[in-house]
């Protein structure tokens, strides 16, 4: 079992639609990333949270300490949100190491 | 403010040569962290340097070995080539220990490409 887990693995949506993608881990952290993976490679980092809610334009991101799940929601979705989304968790055993889920593709469709 | 910057970005070697990934972090940053995307596979933590120190590593073989310079750029170095090593190398950097608070984020690079044929 992976110490992180992300569902679902591909999501299509239409313009406009609300999305959610979760993520579950299994052990103590520190802190989670949501990253983003465009086409080609290039990573950007969304969000870093140890607790509650951040807000950045249409995306939240929430986490729950206690039942270890964190959401991603993107509202008023466009294709260019069109991407790989990856939680990852920095462990409070492994120092600065992150362990990586395995991504969500989304796909937006106009 | 210049990003991450990594070269190359793309790199196409033979099986048993070496190859120099480098990676230059964002001014004021002094952590850098490698990652792994094999085709197929999520992203797989390789290296993490701090003030020149490697200070943690994945779980990949001593042919990855790297190291960073006092002006805390970071060069990746895989030896002995192997097919399986083709994949999408990442770097990161950060101002702090990437996680300890909320001024640490990452900052990715655009990656480079290595194929071994």
């Known amino acids: 079992k992976n110490e992180v887990e992300q569902s679902p693995q591909n999501l299509t949506a239409q313009e406009g639609e609300f999305i959610t993608i979760n993520c579950s881990y299994s052990?103590?952290?520190?802190?989670l990333h949501w990253l983003q993976q465009h086409p080609g490679g290039g990573i950007v980092s969304l969000f870093m949270l140890s607790s509650g809610k951040k807000k950045h334009g249409r995306l939240i991101a929430t986490i729950n300490i206690q039942e270890k799940h964190s959401s991603l929601h993107i509202t008023a979705s466009h294709p260019r949100d069109s991407a790989v989304y990856i939680c990852?968790?920095?462990?409070?055993?492994?120092?600065?190491?992150?362990?990586f889920g395995e991504g969500t593709q989304l796909t937006v469709n106009p | 403010e210049a990003g991450v910057t990594q070269s190359p970005t793309h790199l196409i070697k033979t099986r048993g040569q070496q190859a120099t990934l480098r990676c230059s972090p964002i001014s004021g940053h002094t952590s850098v962290y490698w990652y792994q995307q094999a085709l197929g596979l999520g992203l797989q933590f390789l290296l993490w340097?701090?003030?020149?120190?490697?200070?943690n590593r994945g779980n990949f073989p001593p042919r990855f070995s790297g190291r960073q310079f006092p002006n805390y750029s970071s060069e990746l170095n895989v030896n002995a080539l192997e097919l399986e090593d083709s994949a999408l190398y990442l770097c990161a950097s950060s101002l702090g220990v990437a996680g300890s608070s909320g001024a640490n984020v990452l900052t990715f690079g655009a990656g480079s490409r290595l194929t071994v044929l």
């Open positions: 052990v103590g952290i520190s802190a």
């Open positions: 340097y701090d003030e020149g120190e490697e200070r």
């Open positions: 990852a968790v920095c462990l409070r055993t492994s120092g600065s190491r992150l362990t």
